[in-house]
């Protein structure tokens, strides 16, 4: 054996060859089985991203299902309640273009309200909103409870009575921010004084 | 002489302090309507306990505290509770929030308060609660409240007092003038802050030097004490309460942290009277000095103003010309925010009312690109870095925002006073922060979101399991009965050879799922068509032959054709007779329609009507008989069957086994009846299952009948025992497979104790 490898180095360098990719081989199949991750990675990162608004309206049944989908390639611009402050997270951790929100406008952050007389106790609403936000029971008034509804207005289509309103939140003293400024216009102090056309073209 | 540090950066905007100093402390006086916010500092609104219509005394509390960061509102002056609603408020947003609005009656009544003589005597919770209640909150413009800030835990030390009097804004001299003229209360209020936080190294006023006046009045009430006055340069913005300490102590307050952290504790000026007011007179916070300054103001000067003041109000004692102010300005020039309505109310943390003209304070030119000039950096009180921040807030860009420290930023505004290029810097931080903050909350509340919405999946899909596993428990069940009951038209079959009306109504039922089926309807027609046939006859028979009787009795002349009539009618009857007999014979032993539903019916009345006249034992007889040849035939039909290879094989063998047992069965019943006819046998051996169990009701009740009342309460308690467990059984099972009939068979049984405890009490009273 030693003689025939000594005599044939082409030999001898296959074999050895043949040798190292075995033992590598293992190892990378044994550090596989012993550090596999659970789950999708990227689909959770995606879905702590998503507003968990759970609408649909990014034509999945939810958010989980939508970040999956996006995990395995799907556009980054479809979810409304997200808007565009989701859609540039998504693509600084995808490493993507940000797209313009493929939706005519953000929704407004708002919280469904059940006008209780009118209501007539059908539970419809019940069955349908994702967060378990409505109390009520068959034949009695139901509300909502509003630290709880993500405001994700599936619960307004199914009401036979159209008693559900969509309320969107009210800016309080408490929830008020400052605006960021309108950007500045980038000119240098030179060009103060100068004209539109002149500004045109500066900028 | 103490080592002063300094600050990095800082500005040297222009003063405009000695407009307002001209005069002393004057007091606003009354207005007739008070406006209350029920917010006025940091933390959750506070919560209404007056009602509207309600009579207020001067000092009364209208408003509690909600929450541990809360502070309570009083009433400034007497009056009636007019409105709650709400109304604009003195805030950057100009949005609108809760007031109690009162309706002064001018007497300003005070409510009975409760001054304490010697503080030193009160315990460190029950000061606290005094300042609490007292509704103080900080009053130098951020309004935290006092008590929470004086709440320090008692494993920290604190070493170092402070009392900022520095008031480094421009054009602000409401602590000034306090300074110069109620140094004693400031000195007073400061030792009841010693008390309460025994600082066990110094306490320290620090003041600019700018108030040369305040100062010598300060030094001179704080003679004999320990408290020390300390001055240093002017320089915005010292003043921050981080700045300030690091002025004094050279130690700095660690990002993100407290000064407690540090080992010091920092209060307004402002406050410490406020303080010394709430714990000496038992007065709660319903005052304040606030500067009315500007070039648009005729009258500058400081005015001692009942909180809920509408700074209309105000603004007319300090000659306020409101065609000269290009924009009011609550606070200063550096951190204030502009009104849009003057009927708002001046509040706990209005320090200053500024008018300032057009050229005075002239709306800031519109920004310019940034140059890179670095000014911003050099004016940051905390060494920031302005020029990157800004960048980054422009793009959005929270993560490096917070890298850069950007909650450190006090929002000071030094970086956009040294900008040349008049960047708003501090509103691009503002923004960030509030949208970083948005960010953080929405991101708790998404969380939440996910955990209910997850919570909810997994109930709905245990749900569907246990629906799943009950669905098939059922089907379980059905298969069962199905394999033991096989085809149900072929059990009732089975059951209608022997069995009467019981066996009848099964067939009928089959029969029905069979409807359209002419030719059995046809056979049934005739069927009771004979027997009516039969019966008519019989009668006219009947009544022939007594009329027969008659006339023989009688000796009638018609006799003879009476005769001739009886003769008739017997044979009709007996035609009749026959007709009937062949017909149910022929359906007996050649089924002509097929149909095995009205073959069975047939058959089986055919042998009630053969059974109707006969005895026990012919009947028996005759069954054995008919068995005889059913087995015969269906022997038969098996060795065909099996001789052909068919499918029907095995179950043709069953039926020929249970044919043969039943011959066996009837084979005994026949030799028991030729031993003894006795019809009670008879009646015992019948195989009816239908009079079997009426029989044996029967013999119950009678046995029942027979017992005595005790034996009965006996028997019904028995049962009711069985009944109970049984019961109990099915609940227990119930709950195990989690099914929805829990509820149900819960009621049940509770019904079935209370039935059971009733009965028992019964057989007890009777026993
Ligand atoms: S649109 Fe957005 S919030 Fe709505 S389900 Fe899809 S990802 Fe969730
Ligand atoms: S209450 Fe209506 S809007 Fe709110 S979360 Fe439920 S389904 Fe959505
Ligand atoms: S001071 Fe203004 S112009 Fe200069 S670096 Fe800062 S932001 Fe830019
Ligand atoms: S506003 Fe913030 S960044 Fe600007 S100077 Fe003040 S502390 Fe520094």
């Known amino acids: ?203 | 002489m103490r080592k002063i540090f300094d600050i990095h950066g800082g500005v040297h905007p222009p003063e405009n302090k000695v407009q307002s100093l001209s005069r002393g402390i004057e007091s606003a006086g009354i207005p007739p309507v008070l406006v209350h916010p029920l917010s006025q500092h940091i933390g959750a609104p506070a919560t209404p306990i007056v009602e509207v219509g309600q009579r207020v005394l001067k000092g009364q509390m209208i408003a509690d505290a909600k929450g541990f960061v809360s502070a309570p509102v009083h009433a400034s002056s007497s009056g009636t509770v007019s409105t709650i609603e709400h109304r604009e408020i003195p805030h950057p947003s100009g949005l609108l929030a809760r007031c109690i609005v009162i309706d002064t009656d001018g007497k300003d009544e005070w409510i009975e308060l409760d001054p304490v003589e010697d503080y030193t005597a009160l315990e460190k919770a029950d000061l606290l609660h005094r300042i609490r209640d007292a509704g103080i909150a900080g009053m130098g413009g951020a309004g935290f409240p006092s008590a929470v800030k004086l709440s320090t835990r008692d494993d920290v030390v604190i070493d170092t007092l402070i009392i900022n009097g520095t008031e480094c804004e421009p054009y602000i001299t409401a602590d000034d003038i306090l300074m110069r003229e109620r140094a004693d209360q400031i000195i007073a209020g400061v030792k009841i802050l010693q008390h309460l936080i025994q600082p066990t190294k110094q306490t320290l006023i620090g003041v600019e030097d700018n108030k040369p006046e305040g100062i010598a009045a300060l030094r001179a009430a704080a003679e004999g004490s320990n408290i020390e006055v300390v001055v240093f340069p002017t320089k915005y913005p010292s003043g921050g309460e981080k700045q300030l300490i690091q002025i004094l102590t050279g130690r700095e307050v660690p990002s993100g942290g407290l000064p407690a952290d540090i080992g010091v504790v920092c209060q307004n000026i402002g406050t410490t009277v406020a303080i010394h007011r709430a714990v000496q007179y038992g007065e709660p916070l319903i005052s304040r000095i606030t500067t009315v300054t500007g070039e648009a103001c005729s009258a500058p000067g400081n005015f001692e103003v009942l909180l809920g003041t509408p700074v209309d109000y105000l603004l007319k004692l300090g000659g306020f010309q409101q065609d000269q102010c290009i924009r009011l300005v609550m606070g200063g020039p550096m951190m204030g925010f502009t009104l849009r309505d003057t009927a708002v109310p001046v509040v706990k943390t209005t320090n200053c009312l500024l008018a300032p003209t057009q050229k005075e304070l002239p709306p800031p030119p519109p920004a310019q690109a940034c140059i890179r000039c670095g000014m911003c950096a050099e004016a940051c009180p905390v060494s920031l870095l302005p020029q990157q921040m800004y960048w980054f807030a422009r793009g959005k860009e929270y993560e490096k925002l917070e890298e850069h420290n950007l909650f450190d930023c006090i929002e000071c505004g030094a970086c956009s006073y040294a900008c040349p290029s008049n960047i708003p810097l501090v509103q691009y931080y503002r923004a960030s922060k509030a949208e970083i903050r948005k960010q953080q909350q929405e991101k708790v509340k998404s969380e939440h979101a996910k955990a209910r919405f997850e919570a909810r999946q997994i109930r709905i899909e245990r749900e569907e399991a246990e629906k799943e596993a009950r669905r098939k428990a059922r089907q379980e069940a059905a298969k069962k009965k199905a394999a033991a009951g096989k085809d149900p038209i072929k059990a009732a079959q089975a059951k209608a050879a022997p069995a009467a009306d019981p066996a009848q109504a099964a067939i009928e039922k089959a029969m029905a799922k069979r409807s359209g089926n002419a030719p059995e309807e046809t056979n049934e027609e005739k069927l009771a068509r004979l027997k009516k046939a039969v019966e008519t006859a019989e009668k006219r028979l009947e009544s022939a032959t007594a009329k027969l009787k008659e006339a023989e009795a009688a000796d009638a002349p018609n006799l003879g054709a009476l005769q001739t009539a009886h003769e008739r009618m017997t044979e009709k009857f007996a035609k009749a007779k026959e007709e009937l007999q062949q017909f149910e014979q022929a359906s007996t032993e050649a089924p002509s329609t097929g149909d095995p539903a009205a073959d069975a019916i047939a058959r089986a009345q055919a042998a009630r009507a053969k059974n109707a006249d006969k005895s026990p034992r012919e009947k028996a007889e005759e069954q054995v008989a008919s068995l005889e040849k059913r087995l015969s035939k269906s022997e038969q039909k098996l060795a065909e069957a099996k001789e052909s290879g068919s499918e029907t094989a095995e179950v043709l063998e069953q039926s020929t086994a249970k044919l043969r047992d039943k011959l066996d069965a009837a084979r005994a019943e026949l030799a028991q009846l030729s031993e003894s006819e006795a019809p009670v046998a008879a009646a015992a051996s019948t195989n009816d299952p239908a009079q079997l169990a009426i029989e044996k009701a029967m013999a119950a009740r009678e046995a029942a009948a027979k017992l005595s009342p005790e034996d009965k309460a006996k028997k019904a308690l028995e049962s009711l025992e069985a009944r109970v467990e049984k019961t109990r059984t099915k609940l227990a099972e119930a709950e195990e497979s989690g099914a929805d009939t829990v509820d149900v068979l819960r009621d049940t049984l509770a019904k079935l104790e209370d039935k059971l405890a009733e009965a028992r009490k019964e057989a007890g009273v009777e026993g």
């Open chain 1, 1 to 203: 054996m030693i003689e025939l490898l000594t005599q044939h180095p082409f030999i001898a360098a296959l074999a050895s060859l043949a040798i190292l990719g075995l033992a590598f081989g293992s190892l990378l199949g044994f550090a596989a089985v012993k550090f596999k991750t659970e789950g999708d990675p990227i689909a959770d990162q995606v879905e702590a991203l998503l507003p968990q608004t759970q609408c649909g309206q990014c034509g999945y049944p939810g958010c989980r299902p939508y970040a999956e989908a996006i995990a395995e390639g799907d556009a980054i611009n479809k979810c409304p309640p997200g808007g565009e402050a989701t859609i540039n997270a998504l693509a600084d951790l995808l490493d993507v273009e940000a797209l313009p929100l493929d939706a005519e406008e953000e929704s407004v952050p708002s919280v469904a309200f059940i006008r209780e007389d009118e209501c007539i106790g059908c539970t419809k609403c019940i069955q349908a909103c994702p967060v378990d936000a409505i109390v009520g029971a068959a034949k009695h008034m139901h509300t909502v409870v509003a630290s709880e509804c993500t405001g994700c207005d599936l619960c307004v289509e199914p009401c036979p009575v159209d008693c559900i309103d969509m309320i969107p939140l009210p800016t309080t003293v408490q929830n008020w921010s400052w605006e960021l400024p309108k950007p500045a216009e980038d000119l240098i102090a030179t060009d103060r004084d100068s004209n539109s056309s002149n500004r045109d073209e500066a900028a």
